[in-house]
């Protein structure tokens, strides 16, 4: 079944050509899944695993991912982590013509003890997706969802609006644009 033509290379894409791969077909469906905050940065993370020469094969994107979503939690300080380690990582990748693909998830780790501290969420409090203790208190996730606004804000594009994904959040918060 073809569904449109790639937005990248114009090729057309087609259903059944995506799926048939089993790993390509669960990379697909857990995607699907995530909230796309978190989904679109995903993947461009998963994209600074690629070989210079080659594609990243659709197994060990799905091995990745779920290294990933198995340690973090899907949620905005997992978006923030893996925004700042793909523009940091590009940029110095830009600035020393690095082309070496990452090997482990080490820097995501740093950034995303970072963001949570920037945040005062106590990695403690934002348990880790593995961990088996409850969560006891609810960390104040308002900084965050402001510090989004503003950058969507500086872009040119209205948080407030229907296809938001933070839109609800800072209703909630009596956020309006200055």
């Given amino acids: 079944m073809k569904l449109a033509r790639c937005p990248v290379c114009h090729t057309n894409l087609h259903l059944d050509a995506l799926i048939q791969d089993q790993a390509g077909k669960e990379l697909l469906a857990d995607v699907a899944k995530m909230p796309d905050f978190v989904a679109m940065p995903l993947l461009s993370y998963l994209g600074l695993f690629r070989p210079a020469k080659s594609d990243l094969s659709n ?10 979503t198995d340690e973090f939690k899907t949620d905005h300080i997992l978006a923030s982590a893996l925004v700042e380690c793909v523009n940091k990582l590009r940029e110095k990748r830009q600035l020393t ?4 693909p990452m090997a482990n998830h080490n820097y995501l780790k740093q950034v995303y003890k ?27 996730n308002s900084a965050w969802y402001i510090e989004q606004a503003k950058r969507m804000v500086s872009v040119g594009q209205d948080p407030l609006a229907e296809s938001s994904t933070i839109a609800a959040k800072l209703r909630e ?5 200055k």
């Fill in 97 to 100: 013509q690095d082309t070496k």
């Fill in 114 to 140: 970072t963001i949570a501290v920037r945040n005062h969420v106590h990695l403690s409090e934002h348990k880790h997706k593995g961990d088996q203790e409850e969560q006891t208190t609810q960390p104040d």
């Fill in 59 to 68: 197994s060990r994107a799905l091995r990745l991912m779920r290294e990933v």
């Fill in 173 to 177: 918060l009596n956020w309006s644009p």
